[in-house]
């Protein structure tokens, strides 16, 4: 079968529906993923786009006809949908395209948790499977059940919020307010469920209702209109924090106490300086975007910082080989080990209230240093026509004269050692893997600095070569 072959991702399926990723893709998917893992059983989830129900039908059906039975679990967010495989120990395909707008459909896939499929390990391979037609012939045709004596719908959510709660010490939480906007994603119903359990947390919903419609916003919050209202609230409510999460709930981002979106790179910082406290001298994982503020603020804490590229895939993979306690993207992913290595939107949510109350402070103190020392342009995102490893080598042969060029997850050049006339920045720049974006991520000591070179770059992205 012919497939359009930008839909495999680096690290998922996804596309938009139904021109290039289809009912019909769907069922080869399915065929494929039980042919190149040789499973006999697959946990599958989805989430609320209109889109879902017609590919979960043929996803599945595509599974079953492959020899593999189907546990089913329904609309969930993507990290209960982890928990569900790694309890389970089963291989999964989770129905979502993430923060992607509404007209994109996609699938994450679970070869044993925490192991990930991606184009390093596996995508491709189905992809070859799927344009040769070599589907291996099953010996019996599969089924599909919501419950089994070995997990029904129920005790899989009762299961994840025990296990997020377990994470976190919940007597030491103190009255908060905190306002969370979902979006109509996928998490408002479990979001629900876990406050039930906490007394002292009062809190206001915006837009709890799983709704493929996207009656008020889109499904990202790193675009300044989806997190609008939530910051106006914030203030005007006299919220203590107030949480967005992505469509299918494995980003979390956070606005401070002044309404203030947060950078998720002050954010990791936070976090990963604060779980060092009761874990010391622990491996933290990050990723190349990162601002120099999560190596700097994990290092000074005693911590192991160690560099991978972003990516669910390898994070996840990287957690394991290091044994490592927590990892970030700086894109509102955040990853733990005691969460199977896998990202969750819920939980760093959690732990950052348990770190405001033990710390009996506002979230807005915290951040004041980092606000001082580091300026961060935050990701800046631009479309191009031409190839983005010849945009990133221009830009390497324009800017890298005098500093370090790292090519490792896209291009980075820092300037670590300036002259005392200047200040010290860097840049990240990389190419997106799932839309026809290349992404800047630049920092400097100085305001001024940072908004200068963040200029001077961009004039060279957005130039046309030749």
């Known amino acids: 079968m012919q497939v359009d072959p930008d839909i495999f991702k680096a690290n998922d399926i996804r596309g938009v529906y139904p021109q290039a990723l289809n009912d019909a893709v769907a069922y080869t998917v399915g065929r494929a993923f039980v042919t190149l893992l040789k499973v006999n059983k697959v946990v599958v989830g989805r989430d609320m786009r209109l889109s879902s129900p017609p590919m979960f039908d043929a996803l599945t059906q595509g599974l079953m006809d492959g020899g593999a039975d189907v546990l089913n679990i329904g609309m969930v967010s993507t990290d209960q949908y982890y928990y569900a ?41 189905l992809r070859r499977i799927i344009e040769t037609d070599t589907f291996a012939q099953p010996i019996r045709l599969g089924k599909i059940t919501e419950k089994t004596q070995d997990f029904d719908r129920c005790s899989l959510a009762n299961g994840f919020v025990e296990k997020v709660l377990s994470l976190i010490d919940v007597d030491a939480l103190m009255p908060l307010k905190v306002i969370a906007d979902t979006g109509n994603g996928m998490v408002g119903p479990i979001l629900k469920r876990i406050y039930s359990h906490l007394p002292t947390v009062k809190l206001t919903g915006m837009y709890l209702e799983p709704d493929g419609n996207l009656p008020n916003h889109g499904l990202d919050p790193l675009q300044p209109e989806n997190r609008a209202e939530l910051q106006r609230r914030v203030v005007a409510e006299g919220a203590d924090i107030g949480f967005a999460f992505d469509g299918d709930g494995d980003r979390c981002f956070a606005v401070d106490d002044r309404g203030e979106f947060v950078s998720s790179d002050f954010m990791s910082a936070l976090i990963g300086q604060y779980l060092l406290e009761s874990n010391p001298g622990a491996k933290m994982v990050y990723a190349p975007r990162c601002s120099h503020v999560v190596r700097d603020l994990i290092t000074e804490a005693g911590g192991l910082a160690i ?35 896998a990202d969750s939107g819920i939980l760093p949510s959690l732990i950052i209230m348990e770190m405001l109350s033990k710390k009996r402070t ?48 896209g291009l980075s050049i820092s300037f670590d050692n300036p002259s005392t006339s200047d200040h010290k920045w860097r840049l990240n720049l990389r190419p997106s893997n799932t839309e026809p974006l290349i992404r800047l991520n630049l920092e400097a000591t100085s305001k001024g600095v940072m908004e200068q070179k963040r200029d001077e770059v961009l004039k060279v992205i957005q130039t046309e070569s030749g």
Request: hydrophobic share 35%; charged share 25%; proline share 4%.
């Open 362 to 409: 506002k979230l807005s103190d915290l951040l004041k240093p980092l606000e001082s020392t580091y300026f961060i342009s935050g990701e800046i995102n631009t479309r191009i026509s031409e190839d983005p490893k010849a945009k990133m080598g221009e830009i390497a042969e324009v800017f890298g004269r005098g500093g370090t060029v790292e090519w490792m997850d």
């Open 307 to 341: 560099v991978e590229r972003v990516g669910h895939a390898f994070m996840k993979q990287r957690l394991v080989q290091e044994n490592a306690l927590f990892a970030t993207e700086g894109t509102g992913h955040y990853y733990f080990r005691d969460f199977f290595c």
């Open 85 to 125: 495989c790694a309890t389970l120990d089963q291989a999964g395909i989770m129905i979502t395209a993430s923060h992607n707008p509404p007209q994109y459909s996609g699938f994450k896939m679970v070869k044993r948790m925490p192991q990930i499929l991606s184009a390093d390990e596996g995508i491709q391979d």
